[in-house]
């Protein structure tokens, strides 16, 4: 250790004791470090590399395909939270919450890391989201970052990523600004941290080469405590055994006051001994290849069969340099032409069960990923009729609600981590603009007092739900009311009726219609009392 110029709280033991734990956790990870990076090229179509050949090997994109169509039912069925208060007091602080949250996300750009995150998830199995406070800018703010599963380490053969010991964030920063930032170290900052740091253009040490050459690796070093029977989390910045800084020097409140690592990992399929798991570049990769082969074999046999050729024999008396030039209308011969002289050379086509076989891994390849053709718009079968083709899309999306389900999972985490940061750090009231859904604007006074006081401590629960239904969903409940309309449902003799079926169904706004329906009813009783009170007359 380097730590001559550090005389803060944190002992040179327990600092023995991180550094020990962050190289372990690195040489565990190793294997799932090059996976990504695997990954992300066969994600790009980039596993066949040799363009020396005369005829390159062929990457069909099926792969591609699945990951984008999985991508866009995420993105169809982007999440929305609902605070739920647990006492009755609270009801006021769940309204404003559940009103502000969107505009917070907004204003942290959530939907664009959201979008990279499942990107990233769909590749390799699990994607990682950073809930931060930054105290830049003024009052500060919350900060919400995609984090790339390369930087980040956690103990071995933990599942939940809140049980290890520590989690090291990793970051490649100019040497400039931390000259800046710590300039009593400035003779340090020389680019040569002795790591390995793998990037996503080769898998090769590059602790000498140019991506170190201007900056040093630097290491966020997260673990929990207890300060006065209260777990808190805190952080140790370090690079090359020398520490930077400690939140432990700043106080005794700890960095984060609600205990848990300001990470939450979002998995698609969950692997055991792991926090993290795999995606579909691993399941579809290997009819991908198989898939990519065949089609090399159908390429090299329409190259060859196309072509005509011809075997001319030694001293045959034929100028071959003008037989092969197309742009010759005569050619010379000397002496007799017969068939022992020259012969065409044709290839015979593929047998038709190679093109068979190629379909048929298309298809594994569609039903291994629950990539089917109906799910995006095609109605092979003969399934022509509107209802059909919507009951089979539903009945085929069930593996991709189940996918979207978890990533709500952690969405749930992720608001509860900015609940917990506005509870801690916004001490002074925010203004939130609101558009309603009337299109007038709503402005909202916000403040950790709405939530925690020195009286009361406000819990919540928090429900999640897609912001934006499905197009087909959509027309569907357009289709069902306006049949509904049709049949006169929704008349005010019949309003009672019409109140008892909207609640037994399944529709989005249905308490708006129930609302309506009651004031019709209201109404149309109101005008014919008048006329009953006259006829009593």
Same mark, same amino acid.
């Given at each position: 250790?380097?730590?001559?110029?550090?005389?803060?709280?944190?002992?040179?033991?327990?600092?023995?004791?991180?550094?020990?734990?962050?190289?372990?956790?690195?040489?565990?990870?190793?294997?799932?470090?090059?996976?990504?990076?695997?990954?992300?090229?066969?994600?790009?179509?980039?596993?066949?590399?040799?363009?020396?050949?005369?005829?390159?090997?062929?990457?069909?994109?099926?792969?591609?395909?699945?990951?984008?169509?999985?991508?866009?039912?995420?993105?169809?069925?982007?999440?929305?939270?609902?605070?739920?208060?647990?006492?009755?007091?609270?009801?006021?602080?769940?309204?404003?919450?559940?009103?502000?949250?969107?505009?917070?996300?907004?204003?942290?750009?959530?939907?664009?890391?959201?979008?990279?995150?499942?990107?990233?998830?769909?590749?390799?199995?699990?994607?990682?989201?950073?809930?931060?406070?930054?105290?830049?800018?003024?009052?500060?703010?919350?900060?919400?970052?995609?984090?790339?599963?390369?930087?980040?380490?956690?103990?071995?053969?933990?599942?939940?990523?809140?049980?290890?010991?520590?989690?090291?964030?990793?970051?490649?920063?100019?040497?400039?600004?931390?000259?800046?930032?710590?300039?009593?170290?400035?003779?340090?900052?020389?680019?040569?941290?002795?790591?390995?740091?793998?990037?996503?253009?080769?898998?090769?040490?590059?602790?000498?080469?140019?991506?170190?050459?201007?900056?040093?690796?630097?290491?966020?070093?997260?673990?929990?405590?207890?300060?006065?029977?209260?777990?808190?989390?805190?952080?140790?910045?370090?690079?090359?055994?020398?520490?930077?800084?400690?939140?432990?020097?700043?106080?005794?409140?700890?960095?984060?006051?609600?205990?848990?690592?300001?990470?939450?990992?979002?998995?698609?399929?969950?692997?055991?001994?792991?926090?993290?798991?795999?995606?579909?570049?691993?399941?579809?990769?290997?009819?991908?290849?198989?898939?990519?082969?065949?089609?090399?074999?159908?390429?090299?046999?329409?190259?060859?069969?196309?072509?005509?050729?011809?075997?001319?024999?030694?001293?045959?008396?034929?100028?071959?340099?003008?037989?092969?030039?197309?742009?010759?209308?005569?050619?010379?011969?000397?002496?007799?032409?017969?068939?022992?002289?020259?012969?065409?050379?044709?290839?015979?086509?593929?047998?038709?069960?190679?093109?068979?076989?190629?379909?048929?891994?298309?298809?594994?390849?569609?039903?291994?990923?629950?990539?089917?053709?109906?799910?995006?718009?095609?109605?092979?079968?003969?399934?022509?009729?509107?209802?059909?083709?919507?009951?089979?899309?539903?009945?085929?999306?069930?593996?991709?609600?189940?996918?979207?389900?978890?990533?709500?999972?952690?969405?749930?985490?992720?608001?509860?981590?900015?609940?917990?940061?506005?509870?801690?750090?916004?001490?002074?009231?925010?203004?939130?603009?609101?558009?309603?859904?009337?299109?007038?604007?709503?402005?909202?006074?916000?403040?950790?007092?709405?939530? !925690?006081?020195?009286?009361?401590?406000? !819990?919540?629960?928090?429900?999640?739900?897609?912001?934006?239904?499905?197009?087909?969903?959509?027309?569907?409940?357009?289709?069902?009311?306006?049949?509904?309309?049709?049949?006169?449902?929704?008349?005010?003799?019949?309003?009672?009726?019409?109140?008892?079926?909207?609640?037994?169904?399944?529709?989005?706004?249905?308490?708006?219609?129930?609302?309506?329906?009651?004031?019709?009813?209201?109404?149309?009783?109101?005008?014919?009392?008048?006329?009953?009170?006259?006829?009593?007359?």
């Amino acid at each position: 250790m380097k730590n001559d110029r550090y005389s803060g709280k944190i002992k040179a033991e327990f600092f023995g004791k991180v550094l020990e734990c962050y190289k372990l956790y690195r040489e565990h990870k190793q294997l799932f470090d090059r996976r990504i990076i695997e990954n992300n090229r066969w994600y790009k179509s980039r596993y066949n590399t040799d363009f020396s050949a005369e005829v390159p090997e062929p990457t069909t994109p099926y792969l591609f395909n699945v990951i984008a169509n999985k991508h866009a039912d995420a993105m169809d069925n982007y999440p929305e939270a609902n605070i739920l208060e647990r006492s009755e007091a609270d009801r006021g602080a769940a309204d404003k919450l559940t009103k502000i949250l969107p505009m917070q996300l907004d204003l942290c750009d959530f939907k664009r890391t959201y979008s990279r995150a499942w990107w990233y998830k769909l590749k390799n199995g699990a994607s990682c989201y950073g809930v931060f406070y930054n105290p830049s800018g003024g009052s500060g703010d919350i900060d919400i970052r995609r984090i790339d599963l390369l930087n980040l380490f956690w103990e071995p053969g933990i599942i939940d990523l809140q049980d290890s010991r520590f989690v090291f964030l990793t970051a490649l920063i100019d040497n400039d600004e931390l000259k800046y930032r710590y300039p009593h170290l400035a003779d340090r900052f020389t680019g040569d941290s002795g790591m390995e740091v793998l990037t996503y253009d080769d898998m090769q040490n590059t602790a000498s080469g140019d991506i170190l050459k201007d900056k040093t690796l630097v290491v966020d070093c997260y673990y929990k405590r207890l300060v006065n029977g209260r777990q808190t989390v805190d952080i140790i910045k370090f690079f090359d055994g020398t520490i930077l800084e400690a939140s432990e020097d700043m106080g005794d409140e700890g960095l984060y006051a609600h205990g848990m690592y300001p990470f939450v990992l979002d998995v698609l399929y969950p692997d055991e001994d792991s926090p993290v798991g795999f995606g579909f570049v691993d399941i579809v990769k290997n009819p991908q290849l198989y898939i990519d082969r065949l089609d090399s074999l159908i390429s090299r046999n329409a190259l060859i069969s196309g072509k005509t050729r011809f075997m001319v024999k030694d001293n045959g008396g034929i100028n071959e340099y003008e037989l092969v030039d197309l742009n010759r209308d005569i050619i010379h011969v000397a002496g007799s032409v017969g068939e022992e002289n020259i012969r065409e050379l044709q290839a015979k086509p593929m047998h038709n069960f190679i093109i068979q076989h190629r379909q048929s891994k298309i298809d594994e390849l569609k039903e291994i990923a629950g990539n089917r053709d109906f799910q995006q718009g095609d109605t092979k079968g003969g399934v022509t009729a509107y209802s059909a083709i919507v009951a089979l899309q539903q009945a085929g999306e069930k593996l991709a609600r189940d996918m979207i389900t978890t990533g709500y999972d952690a969405f749930r985490d992720i608001v509860y981590l900015c609940i917990e940061l506005m509870r801690q750090f916004y001490k002074s009231p925010r203004s939130y603009r609101i558009s309603r859904d009337d299109g007038k604007r709503e402005y909202i006074s916000f403040s950790s007092e709405d939530i !925690e006081n020195e009286y009361h401590r406000a !819990e919540f629960d928090i429900s999640v739900s897609a912001e934006k239904n499905n197009p087909y969903s959509r027309i569907t409940q357009n289709q069902t009311l306006t049949e509904l309309w049709q049949m006169g449902a929704f008349e005010p003799e019949r309003a009672d009726a019409a109140v008892l079926l909207l609640e037994s169904m399944h529709l989005d706004g249905k308490e708006k219609l129930i609302e309506g329906l009651k004031n019709i009813k209201s109404r149309a009783l109101s005008v014919s009392r008048p006329k009953e009170t006259a006829k009593g007359l």
